[in-house]
């Protein structure tokens, strides 16, 4: 096994071969389709060569890692221009939704791809953003840095090594295009207006129609470093595990809204990349789900 940064590196190819299938090949050139090469090699290795990833690390974890280091923390969110615009979000102390029992909801939980064409509205949205991805505390030192955070899902060490992006074809108020969710101001960053974006998503998962017909695609970009700066090896591990946590908060937090939720793992890395903007190396789309409102309501 390999150490330091080189082991961040090895298992980063690990993540990307277990969760894609394939390594990615860069940016297409403009007006190009988006087409992956295969992982080179990885057909060739044995189920217990893959399986390492998911075991993670015989070696010693703590002791080698930027963080012991005294490398600097990486931050918790993405910068942004100061000049974008920004849409102001539901505070979560004025959520009237979501007062649905949680034994209801997991009792509920479903796969759903059928979606009415209900929008949803700036408050539905802001709570299914605040559920999955919200910060609940901030502890700072006294010149205002951050020590710590908490958010609404778990993470290990509270590093939440994930970006939010939002496809946003119906939601009340707000122009269809991408945006990013932004945690710490409670905040939507517009990065473009795009009624295309639907047509888009559907060619990137593959035909999977019910992605476009869908009122809102999450998209979770992963940013390993920021777990890999203090779990060295089992780093990757830990983002694979910690992206569950934030769908299924989604998949709760819809039900209680009589909303519906599907999960996606089928999509071309390289295009979903591409459509988002990201480099494929340094942040990379890891999960994606379709959500919107559904014609069935639970029962109560």
Same mark, same amino acid.
């Given at each position: 096994?390999?150490?330091?940064?080189?082991? +961040?590196?090895?298992?980063?190819?690990?993540?990307?071969?277990?969760?894609?299938?394939?390594?990615? *090949?860069?940016?297409?050139?403009?007006?190009?389709?988006?087409? +992956?090469?295969?992982? $080179?090699?990885?057909?060739?290795?044995?189920?217990?060569?893959?399986?390492?990833?998911?075991?993670?690390?015989?070696?010693?974890?703590?002791?080698?890692?930027?963080?012991? #280091?005294?490398?600097?923390?990486?931050?918790?969110?993405?910068? =942004?221009?100061?000049?974008?615009?920004?849409?102001?979000?539901?505070?979560?102390?004025?959520?009237?939704?979501?007062?649905?029992?949680?034994?209801?909801? &997991?009792?509920? $939980? #479903?796969?759903?791809? %059928?979606?009415?064409?209900?929008?949803?509205?700036?408050?539905?949205?802001? =709570?299914?953003?605040?559920?999955?991805?919200?910060?609940?505390?901030?502890? !700072?030192?006294?010149?205002?840095?951050?020590? *710590?955070?908490?958010?609404?899902?778990?993470?290990?060490?509270? #590093?939440?090594?994930?970006?939010? =992006?939002?496809?946003?074809?119906?939601?009340?108020?707000?122009?269809?295009?991408? =945006?990013?969710? @932004?945690?710490?101001?409670?905040?939507?960053?517009? &990065?473009?207006?795009?009624?295309?974006?639907?047509? #888009?998503?559907?060619?990137?998962?593959?035909?999977?129609?019910?992605?476009?017909?869908?009122?809102?695609?999450?998209?979770?970009?992963? &940013?390993?470093? !920021?777990?890999?700066?203090? /779990?060295?090896?089992?780093?990757?591990?830990?983002? *694979?595990?910690?992206?569950?946590?934030?769908?299924?908060? @989604?998949?709760?937090?819809?039900?209680? &809204?009589?909303?519906?939720?599907?999960?996606?793992?089928? /999509?071309?890395?390289?295009?979903? %990349? +591409?459509?988002?903007?990201? %480099?494929?190396?340094?942040?990379?789309?890891? /999960?994606?789900?379709? *959500?919107?409102?559904?014609?069935?309501?639970?029962?109560?």
């Amino acid at each position: 096994m390999a150490s330091g940064d080189s082991c +961040a590196k090895t298992m980063r190819f690990c993540l990307q071969c277990v969760c894609a299938g394939f390594m990615l *090949a860069g940016l297409p050139a403009a007006g190009t389709q988006p087409v +992956a090469d295969p992982v $080179r090699g990885v057909e060739a290795m044995s189920v217990e060569q893959r399986r390492v990833f998911l075991r993670g690390t015989q070696s010693d974890w703590r002791q080698d890692t930027d963080d012991k #280091r005294g490398r600097e923390v990486p931050p918790i969110q993405k910068p =942004y221009p100061p000049d974008a615009k920004r849409i102001e979000l539901v505070k979560p102390e004025k959520f009237t939704v979501g007062g649905m029992r949680v034994i209801d909801a &997991i009792r509920d $939980r #479903r796969s759903r791809r %059928d979606y009415s064409g209900e929008a949803f509205s700036l408050e539905e949205l802001s =709570y299914l953003l605040w559920a999955t991805q919200g910060i609940s505390r901030i502890d !700072r030192d006294e010149s205002g840095k951050i020590l *710590a955070q908490f958010r609404t899902v778990p993470s290990g060490g509270a #590093r939440h090594p994930f970006e939010t =992006y939002l496809v946003i074809n119906r939601v009340v108020g707000v122009v269809p295009g991408l =945006y990013r969710y @932004l945690p710490l101001e409670h905040q939507l960053l517009m &990065i473009r207006e795009d009624n295309g974006l639907a047509k #888009r998503v559907t060619e990137s998962c593959y035909g999977q129609g019910f992605t476009g017909n869908s009122a809102v695609v999450f998209v979770w970009s992963a &940013i390993p470093y !920021r777990t890999e700066w203090h /779990y060295g090896c089992i780093a990757q591990k830990l983002v *694979a595990v910690d992206v569950g946590h934030v769908c299924q908060n @989604l998949y709760l937090a819809a039900e209680s &809204i009589h909303g519906g939720v599907c999960a996606v793992l089928g /999509y071309n890395q390289v295009g979903m %990349d +591409a459509l988002i903007g990201l %480099d494929g190396k340094d942040e990379f789309v890891i /999960y994606l789900a379709a *959500a919107g409102k559904i014609n069935e309501v639970p029962h109560p």
